[in-house]
T-cell receptor
Framework: DAKTTQPPSMDCAEGRAANLPCNHS???????VYWYRQIHSQGPQYIIH???NNETNEMASLIITEDRKSSTLILPHATLRDTAVYYC???????????FGSGTKLNVKP | GAVVSQHPSWVICKSGTSVKIECRSL??????MFWYRQFPKQSLMLMAT?????????EQGVEKDKFLINHASLTLSTLTVTSAHPEDSSFYIC????????????FGPGTRLLVL
């Protein structure tokens, strides 16, 4: 699986957009980008995933660069409840196994 | 939809005893479930993949005789920590693949194990 690189922590003001970057420069053509988050002492929560097109759902938007070497998760209007560790994971389609990196601790501040 | 539960949510046991943790898919059938372990301030570490009706496959470095996994039905997988020791104290989390989406894993709330 492709290795991912994320900043260890980020701050964001409540109500503003949170943009979380992820580098996956060794990604191959059949690998998807998945984003999960883990609120303290809970199981990870699925946010969004994509292959090469930008994706949007009720939680977030995922922007994948044209060369697919990096992506950005966007939370359009961050709230205090969005404070969590956000994980970017790259997996081969139909391989299923997730290997978590260290993620980004997002601190949403009032 | 895609709700995964775990039981118990936390457990304290004496060293040398065995502890069983259940993982259930509540509104879907899960042919594949996964077990993870997470130590404080660390990321999740994949322990094993559990397939219904067949033996689990373990990640390198995970003792299969120490962590027994049974996936007897399409909605239930169990992890038994045998002869638990204080170093087994951790947060154990399961996840499942739904029959509607074979790529996205849905996670349980986790089980916190403390071995005294």
């Amino acid at each position: 699986d492709a290795k991912t690189t994320q900043p260890p922590s980020m701050d964001c003001a409540e109500g503003r957009a949170a943009n979380l970057p992820c580098n996956h420069s060794t990604i191959s053509g059949n690998e998807y980008v998945y984003w999960y988050r883990q609120i303290h002492s809970q199981g990870p929560q699925y946010i969004i995933h994509g292959l090469k097109n930008n994706e949007t759902n009720e939680m977030a938007s995922l922007i994948i660069t044209e060369d697919r070497k990096s992506s950005t998760l966007i939370l359009p209007h961050a709230t205090l409840r969005d404070t969590a560790v956000y994980y970017c994971i790259v997996i081969i389609y139909n391989f299923n196994k997730f290997y978590f990196g260290s993620g980004t601790k997002l601190n949403v501040k009032p | 939809g895609a709700v995964v539960s775990q039981h118990p949510s936390w457990v304290i046991c004496k060293s040398g005893t065995s502890v069983k943790i259940e993982c259930r898919s509540l509104d879907f059938q899960a042919t594949t479930m996964f077990w993870y372990r997470q130590f404080p301030k660390q990321s999740l570490m994949l322990m094993a993949t559990s397939n219904e009706g067949s033996k689990a496959t373990y990640e390198q470095g995970v003792e299969k005789d120490k962590f027994l996994i049974n996936h007897a039905s399409l909605t239930l997988s169990t992890l038994t920590v045998t002869s638990a020791h204080p170093e087994d104290s951790s947060f154990y989390i399961c996840s499942a693949l739904t029959d509607r989406d074979l790529e996205t894993q849905y996670f349980g709330p986790g089980t916190r194990l403390l071995v005294l």
